[in-house]
């Protein structure tokens, strides 16, 4: 089976040119970064957010923000928890405000300690840039940017941030472009035995401070990483193919079909055998495939009820506060 070249997530933006907005019902995301900024709004369930050396837990009204090239995981506590997702890239604001790229939000938690007025204003945004983005009527991109640019102006008066000087930003982007070879590095022997000295040697850094940048940047072990990789690896080809759990075992770099039994077991309750029959039948009933990719085992919205839905349950929302 080729092997997959993912440095970081691949952001596309397929209505409108920069931007990306979509409902997407969550189970799991492993650390990952990518170039967008992205902002995330919890309307039902609860979260666990890692996030370099944070951990913490994310509750339906809660907005998050991460920034560009932040390596973050989100993990279902409890519900089947539902998000509405902005991701903006760097080049959207490059004529109108090229610092964009430069800036560094300093929490990740928009709404914390603002007044329900507030909250209710940027909620409100949220709204009527989805509902618009959604709707596709004649000139709708032009509403839309203009609601991209209330929505983040909205967020620089309220959410704490600084600019990133040139020293700094060379630090940044050799950061990232480690974090980039890691990723493909890890990706590219997945099936394989892999070991921290190894991955380390292909960065040149030494296996002690490669253990502690590693640990800096994801908030998780070496191993554990790798191990969460692999489970989203068996997820993507039991619900894509016909292949035999043993070979996919195998194909994933377990061991022993114990080891990916006791993955998902951790992840999802259940063994890969039943996950594959209960993806069958949530696939029968909804009449579309849960969707799966390198990062993340999640369901998006594409029907337009289920988003008509969404939107009127986010406008309700917007009145709560």
Known sequence: MQKEKNEFEIIRHPRIEHLNVFFVNLIKRTTHLHGDLELCYIMRGKLRIRIKTRDFTACPGSLLLFNFSE??????????????????????????????????????????????????????????????????????????LSKVYSLVYAVFQTTPYKLIDKEDLLK?????????????????????????????????????????FFRDNFNITFQEYISDLRFE???????????????????????????MNQAFRRNC????????????????????????????????YRKSDEISGLIKRLKDLAKLF
């Open 71 to 144: 390596p973050h995981s989100l993990n279902r506590i409890e519900g089947s928890p539902v998000l509405l997702t902005i991701q903006i890239s760097k080049s959207f604001f490059k004529e109108s405000f090229p610092d964009f790229e430069n800036i560094l939000f300093l929490t990740n938690e928009v709404l914390n300690g603002l007044t329900p007025e507030a909250r209710s204003e940027i909620v409100a945004e949220l709204y009527d840039l989805t509902e618009n983005y959604f709707g596709s009527r004649f000139g709708f991109e032009l509403k839309v």
């Open 172 to 212: 940044e982007k050799e950061r990232q472009i480690r974090l980039a070879v890691i990723s493909e590095y890890i990706r590219n022997h997945l099936g394989e035995k892999i070991t921290l000295q190894e991955t380390a040697a292909s960065v040149g850094l030494s296996s002690n401070y490669f253990s502690h």
């Open 233 to 259: 690896k068996a997820v993507k080809l039991i619900s894509r193919t016909n292949l035999k759990i043993l070979d996919i075992s195998l194909e994933c770099g377990f061991s022993d079909t114990k080891y």
């Open 269 to 300: 309750g259940q063994l890969p055998k039943e996950y594959r029959r209960n993806l069958k039948e949530k696939s029968d009933e909804r009449g579309t495939e849960e969707r799966v990719n390198g990062h993340t085992t999640q369901y998006i």
